[in-house]
């Protein structure tokens, strides 16, 4: 018995990691952007101080009905619409039943069978290529309100926990996908493309410090082994607080389920779903103490609600309010302004204000390469330090066309034109203001031939070099020629010289 | 099918529903219960034409909508003054973990 254990043991050892196939699934939570509760008139604003946001209805109350916010309908349509579901003409409400001291009415309204979006889609890509393009399949998305908060006594002194219910139905929706990622880069790219979707069309913040934009991640492993494909138990990361923490606990868990399979050979069959957490200080996940019969929600129809039916033409104004999504924006910026995609996805992940900034830019200078350049590494870099949003960079699309067409036209150069942009973002001024402030004046060109005979005639040993045919050394002329006058086109003096020492 | 139901399904409702119950009381609902299902059993016995649509409530209107507006919360001292105990500001509950 011990030498067969001993010897199945000895065949796993013998698998490596590259016969596995890993298997990951997501559930992600999304606050959606309304001002009111989902059954109560009740805010919905973050921060305010605990339970003044609380009414009979989210809190439970004997007697107080709850009834659906219209506009939380709305927006989980059009999420769905977005992310190619099937929308439910017909869709009612579910209590799940469980006791929890945030859960003050001993259930969560929720959706069981019949969700509001059904079975849809969402591509991913990586635009360097790290993994084939897929299609992720969704499972459905249903609404639900939240639940309140509870604050742990720290002190591990069994101290009482204190429940802050301001958050207590607010309207989330749940986004459910089928097994269809493959690595946790995958995951990351999927939760990635999905915030942004979200973010367009408006439907969350999706805040993910105020908990406006939660998941949880399924993944088990599929090893090829004795000929046959051998699942490992599914294991469910709970409560992942960052797209980073997300695949760092992923990609842990992958090698964790195979280190441990190679042990002991445990199987899905072996063993339940288990629930695990992501510990970020020591970056590995740990067991979480099972719910007792946690799985038995004894899900039963709402009476206190109807079933809301929805029109073909309701949809229809839905569809019409969303607008191009980032998967159409960055073929457009390839297609129309021959970007690579790359430079199109840089300039679309940071939200369609870039885009529309980018836009103008673009179509306004002429040359779509320079201002994604530009966008890409000056714009960007200043709204990252600011973390500041594209609405409030300084220099309005207008004037950076302004600046960047004298840069096509060669009349301010790249290292000049920087300091001009500079000066414009630190004094709002306007190119034209900012280039006479700086004192930068073009320089003629009787002005610049002076310039390089000058430089020739004090570096005869440079000008000798160059002419014996180390062309490179021209370099350290115009270096100089910055010195003489900062304002001297470096390409120009660089032609210039070469043309006099005949080159 | 019997008038009772398995006193083990009676003894897991009631753990799930937090009510503890003496040995006298879950006889006495497994019978009660068991009446219940059997009555309510009956429709299952009836036979309907294939397109009838499931039916999930009482009321046969849809649609029971508001419109999405702000209205002011309940004052928290009262609020809180429903719970068995609280600091001013939270609920204040047995330890969790
Ligand atoms: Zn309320």
Redesign the interface.
Known sequence: MNSVNESAKEARARVGFDQVTVVIGMEVHVQLA???KLFC???TQFGA????????VC?G?PGSLP???????QLAIKTGLALNCEIAR?T?WDRK?Y???DLPKGYQISQFDKPICGKGYLDIADANGAFEPRRVRLERAHLEEDAGK????ESSR????????NRTGTPLLEIVTKPDMRSAAEARAFLTELKLILVYIGVSDCNMQQGSLRCDGNINLHIEFGGQTIATPIVEIKNLNSFRAAERSLTYEARRQFDLWQQCGLTIDDSPKQTRGWNDAQQVTTMQ?EKE?SA?Y?YF?D?D?????TSEEEIAAIEEQIDRLPAIWREHLSEVYNLKPYDADVIVSQGRGLVDYFREVADQCGDSRIASNWIGQEVLRYLNESGLEIDRYPVAPRQMAELLKRVVSNQLEQTRAKEVLNEMVASQLSVAAAIEKLGIKAVDHDELKSICQQLIDEHPEVAKQIQDGNIKAVGRLVGKARKLNPNANPGLVKDMILKFLGI | MSEFIDRAVVE?VA??A?IHLSEQQLDASSKQLGEILNYVGQLERVTLPDDVEPF????E???????????S??D?DS??S?AP?S?G?????????
């Open positions: 309304t001002q009111s008139s009740c805010s101080p605990p339970n003044t946001q609380t009414c009979e809190t109350m009834v659906i916010n219209n506009q939380a309908l017909s009612k039943n006791f929890y001291p509870s604050i742990h006594d069994g101290g009482n926990s204190k429940i802050d219910l103490r019969e038995d004894r129809p009476p609600l109807i079933a809301v039916s | 897991q753990r799930l937090r999930f409530g009482a009321i209107s849809v649609n029971a909508i508001r419109a999405d507006e702000v209205n919360s309940v928290r609020i809180l429903n105990d600091d500001e939270f609920y204040s509950v047995p330890p969790v973990f």
